[in-house]
């Protein structure tokens, strides 16, 4: 099948756009778990914290799918590299950490 | 207090799932990393399974044990992080968040996973199947291991 070809780049798009998503706070969808209420878009507290973990998936999962898609006709000539679908997520991994380090250094 | 009945049983059912992902992650990652072609000892069998084998149920367990894990989260959210915030139990409250960014990249790599794994076996794919696999297993036991310490800290409605 064709489109298993862009799988190695799938993983590493999701990957980068969703660290790009949390630190930018790109997501698709803000919940009001207190009042049960979603919205579109990044929004600000309404009643109690907003979450933003379902739209930064959302986020991630469209921007993935649509750049898999650009590159679906470049790879009939050329083949994404299997390992930058493990080597990248490992690293955005390793960034994640990095970036949540002032939990564990207090 | 039905709410909170409800919150409970799909966290114990979101624990027994991750406890099956957990042994199936870990047999074939066994499988991947450390073949067996003798089953002469406990060892060996747990590492001599077919590894391929896994592949489906183990995607099928990740991504339900996720989806019951996002339900869950709405009373983590509410309940146990204002908890751990006021209580400054910062240790535990960064495993947590790095946990929900390990699991939404293990949730990116899922498609990759399937296509390393597909029979009959590329022998050009193994090395990519071994850290594919070892990089799953790696975010499963660990946020296994996050929730579980995080339940005996708190609990999702504890006192």
Known sequence: MSYTRVF??????F????VLSVEGNWALV???PRINEWEWLTRPAKSGPPMYWYGWLATSFLAASAISLVALPLTRRWQPPVWIGWAVP????????YL??????? | MRGRAVFTTLLIIHGLMAVALLGSMTHQTAAALWPATSKASFISSFRGVAGARYTV???ILYVVTGLLGAVVYVAYRLAVRPYLESAQLWTINGSFELKEQFAAIGLGMLPLYWWVWRTPL????????GAVTALLCFIVWYSFL?????????????R
Do not use: E, Q, W
Not at chain 1, 100 to 106: E, T
């Open chain 1, 8 to 13: 190695p780049l799938f993983a590493a798009a």
């Open chain 1, 15 to 18: 990957a980068v756009v969703y």
């Open chain 1, 30 to 32: 803000t919940y009001h």
């Open chain 1, 90 to 97: 490992l690293a955005v991994m390793l960034v994640f950490v």
């Open chain 1, 100 to 106: 949540l380090r002032s939990f564990f250094l207090r």
């Open chain 2, 57 to 59: 149920a183990n995607i």
């Open chain 2, 122 to 129: 590329d022998p050009k794919l193994a090395s990519a199947r």
């Open chain 2, 146 to 158: 996050v929730g579980h310490v995080l339940n005996n800290v708190r609990g999702l409605f504890g």
